[in-house]
């Protein structure tokens, strides 16, 4: 359900959202209603899920549709967009290529800014390849535009980004891609984080790296 056609019908996408939230929840990648996530429509405009209300437990006809300005086109009366609709709006604007973004509040991804560390982008192999770097954005202030201005550096050369203090923004072609990012830099940070917790952080050898950086570069060509 979640690796939707752009040709999609909105009541498919809107059942995408539901299942988006609900295996969020599920995975404690989202707590409460924390957390949101959005959809480009077949004529440009943007499907996205409600304000104050936990997002495991959605239905269709909670979603809201928005133009690229944010002006609501289609809404239930005691429905409000999501605060954090200007970060999805930016992602949409600087890359025509994205369909989906996710806002989550993953644990150990969150927790390592909180930390302030950096993302463990060389300790697993699969991270380099799909992911390649994860950036840290500035903090700011949750729910205003300082959200949108950000992330603006980082929008067009990854896929992955973390808020300081505030979880993560992925975003892809479909949901399931943009969760699986979500998934795998949570993973990440949850290895970083036990291992550090037993000793020493092993990286990935320099000679290593190298050749994982050859195969991201095809990786994302065949994308």
Request: negative net charge; glycine residues 4%; aromatic residues 6%.
């Amino acid at each position: 359900m979640l690796n939707f056609s752009p040709s999609a019908t909105e009541s498919e996408f809107r059942n995408a959202l539901v299942e988006c939230g609900r295996l969020m929840y599920q995975r404690k990648l989202i707590t409460s209603t924390d957390g949101n996530f959005s959809i480009r429509l077949q004529n440009g405009n943007i499907l996205i899920t409600p304000a104050g209300i936990a997002k495991g437990r959605m239905n269709p006809d909670d979603m809201l549709i928005l133009n690229l300005n944010g002006d609501v086109i289609s809404s239930r009366p005691d429905r409000k967009p999501s605060s954090e609709t200007d970060m999805h709006l930016e992602v949409y604007k600087q890359r025509e290529n994205i369909h989906a973004v996710i806002h989550a509040h993953p644990v150990f991804a969150t927790t390592i800014t909180v930390a302030n560390l950096e993302f463990p982008n060389d300790v697993l192999p699969e991270v380099m390849v799909t992911l390649g770097s994860v950036p840290i954005a500035e903090y700011a202030t949750p729910s205003s535009h300082e959200d949108a201005e950000v992330i603006r550096p980082f929008l067009k050369t990854h896929n992955a980004i973390l808020l300081r203090q505030h979880g993560s923004l992925t975003y892809g072609k479909t949901l399931e891609e943009a969760l699986i990012h979500l998934e795998r830099i949570e993973h990440a940070a949850e290895i970083y984080w036990r291992a550090k917790m037993l000793g020493e952080v092993q990286r990935i050898p320099q000679a290593a790296q190298t050749k994982l950086i050859e195969m991201q570069e095809k990786f994302f060509k065949a994308e």
